[in-house]
């Protein structure tokens, strides 16, 4: 399966921003879907997943009440759509997939699949 993120870029505190994630080559509809994000000098942190038919939703507490996760799987594409942004959200931003989900796998990077090539959000003060 490949990935590609857009929609990322440069913006002020308080914008917001919409991502997108287009999967091809797959079943894109068997893979639950998870955003993560890397700061420089940091490792890859879990920010949401949205389940197989997009029922279900779990966030990071950092992101909780800010970010929305959803998925068109008829689109074969996820979204992370992120308002009030803070300058602690600049980071690159990557979509992952991944066959099973639950406890601890749901937040560790290796256990998912798939990943895009990232793209770089850059939130200024």
């Known amino acids: 399966v490949q990935l590609v993120e857009s929609g990322g870029g440069l913006v002020q505190t308080g914008d917001s921003l919409r991502l997108s994630c287009s999967a091809s080559g797959g079943t894109f509809s068997s893979y639950h879907m998870g955003w993560f994000r890397q700061a420089p000098g940091k490792e890859r942190e879990f920010v949401a997943v949205?389940?197989?038919?997009?029922?279900?939703?779990v966030y990071a507490e950092s992101v909780k009440g800010r970010f929305t996760a959803s998925r068109d799987n008829d689109k074969n594409t996820g979204y992370l759509l992120m308002d009030s942004l803070k300058p602690e959200d600049t980071a690159v931003y990557y979509c992952?997939?991944?066959?099973?989900?639950?406890?601890?796998?749901?937040?560790?990077?290796?256990?998912?699949?798939?990943w895009g090539q990232g793209t770089q959000v850059t939130v200024s003060s």
């Open positions: 949205v389940s197989l038919s997009g029922s279900t939703t």
């Open positions: 992952g997939l991944a066959i099973f989900i639950g406890g601890t796998k749901t937040y560790t990077a290796n256990n998912y699949d798939y």
